[in-house]
């Protein structure tokens, strides 16, 4: 039987990165357009990888990816996409690199129309699992259907994120 997230992070035999991830970042709400361009961007890192990799890179992507300064990034040049590929301490993939870059920029545009990422996932709170993944497919890169799920209740988009029997269950549906 495949073990939750819950009960994966809670067995750690010390406190890991997937212990402090999961009791203070995995579905708790981020309002912050930079933060939630983070979380976006460190889920498409981790297609294809395991997320100790991510977590363990999370410092590393914050470098390279300026903070995940979202007018930052869209302005990054091919000079950048060098740097970032030849970045040993990120995800060295040209297309999660491209990704970034593009997402950026369309997200500048999302701020432009919405005056906020937040507001823009905000304003589609109601949609269904399903509805999410066409609307992310159509609007950004590299945003398929587990990438999504999993940004969307990393975030408290969609619930799931913790099981009712998990400790931090009750703190993150309080928020």
Wanted: include cysteine; aromatic fraction near 12%.
């Amino acid at each position: 039987m495949v073990q939750s997230y819950c009960q994966s992070a809670l067995n750690e035999p010390e406190y890991s990165v997937h212990q402090r991830y999961h009791d203070t970042e995995y579905g708790f709400p981020l309002t912050d357009d930079n933060q939630l361009f983070a979380r976006l961007v460190l889920e498409i890192n981790q297609a294809g990888l395991s997320w100790t990799t991510i977590l363990k890179k999370a410092a590393n992507f914050h470098l390279a990816y300026h903070d995940f300064d979202i007018a930052t990034v869209a302005n990054d040049t091919e000079t950048d996409r060098l740097r970032l590929i030849a970045d040993a301490g990120i995800i060295r993939n040209r297309l999660k690199i491209n990704a970034a870059i593009v997402n950026a920029q369309r997200l500048l545009v999302i701020q432009q129309e919405y005056s906020s990422f937040n507001l823009w996932l905000d304003n589609h709170r109601s949609l269904t699992k399903e509805q999410w993944t066409t609307l992310f497919k159509k609007t950004f890169l590299f945003t398929g259907g587990e990438i999504v799920n999993e940004f969307l209740m990393s975030t408290a988009y969609l619930s799931g994120a913790h099981e009712e029997d998990c400790p931090i269950y009750a703190k993150t549906a309080r928020l």
